[in-house]
Nanobody, 124 residues
Framework: QVQLVESGGGTVQAGGSLRLSCVAN????????VAWFRQAPGKEREFVQG???????DYADSVKGRFSISRDNGVNTVYLQMSSLKPDDTARYYC??????????????????WGQGTQVTVSS
């Protein structure tokens, strides 16, 4: 397991942008599949985007063309760039990591390392 810390959340108006960061405590992150999930009050946690060690990306249809995941192994960090934000994007965003090889799972239980989350609020 790795320890993960998210940052970058906040309150933004609809149409705005935010960049979330997920920093790991060690270089091992480069071999992990890393994904962003989000959870809104009263809703289940849902997959947003994920990236494997090769740089292959998977994303939920709801964020296609608006969100972009990237990783910088040199600083043990995965980013989620969010643009054209909508009120429906309001949620707590979590970073997760797992040794999944080339697989990018959309299932939260497949990931064994989680951050504490960062809140994103989009006002209309």
């Amino acid at each position: 397991q790795v320890q993960l810390v998210e940052s970058g959340g906040g309150t933004v108006q609809a149409g705005g942008s935010l960049r979330l960061s997920c920093v790991a405590n060690r270089r091992a992150l480069e071999i992990y599949t890393v994904a962003w999930f989000r959870q809104a009050p009263g809703k289940e946690r849902e997959f947003v985007q994920g990236i494997n060690w090769r740089g292959t990306i998977d994303y939920a249809d709801s964020v296609k063309g608006r969100f972009s995941i990237s990783r910088d192994n040199g600083v043990n960090t995965v980013y989620l760039q969010m643009s054209s934000l909508k009120p429906d994007d309001t949620a707590r965003y979590y970073c997760a990591a797992g040794k999944l090889g080339a697989i990018i799972s959309r299932t939260s239980r497949d990931y064994d390392s989680w951050g504490q989350g960062t809140q994103v609020t989009v006002s209309s």
